[in-house]
């Protein structure tokens, strides 16, 4: 069976793997919007972000993804700086050398770029909004995410299914 090519020269499979994650990414951090946002968020969706590592075209979803799931923060400047942070953070998982230092860019990028934002919106520390975006990234990025896809790495077709 072969597939279809849109006019663009992408395959169909491909968008409809890139709209699903997009849409898993806004699904995820929408149902759980409770720990998503704010200074102290855990936005389980950031462990998608390690997909980027296997291959590239996820991030666009992501961006994407990240883009419409901020239009239900309670700040407004999530759409923009958030979705920077996410877009900066996928060009630093494309070089790097492993999973677990790609896990560190989504961690560094929020923390920089969304502490900054809560700093200006919330007028508090920016250290103090830093270390909190911080650990909310690395406990589910750099410890559920990396735990995760190493145990997907073990999988094959799961593999396939994600690299092709």
Known sequence: MSEKKQ??????????????????????TYALGFMAYGNIQFRVAEALMLLCFYKKDYGIALTVGCFIANMFSPMALDMVFGTAATLIAVL????????FV???????????IVGAELTY????PFWLNAVEVAFGEFVCVSVVGVIIFKLVEKNSAV???ITE
């Open 7 to 28: 006019p663009s020269g992408f395959p169909t499979l491909r968008i409809v793997k890139l709209a699903f994650v997009a849409a898993l990414y806004v699904a995820l």
């Open 159 to 161: 593999m396939k299914l």
């Open 92 to 99: 630093l998982i494309y070089i790097s050398p492993n999973v």
């Open 121 to 124: 919106c919330f007028e508090t």
């Open 102 to 112: 790609a896990s560190l860019a989504p961690v560094l990028t929020n923390a920089v």
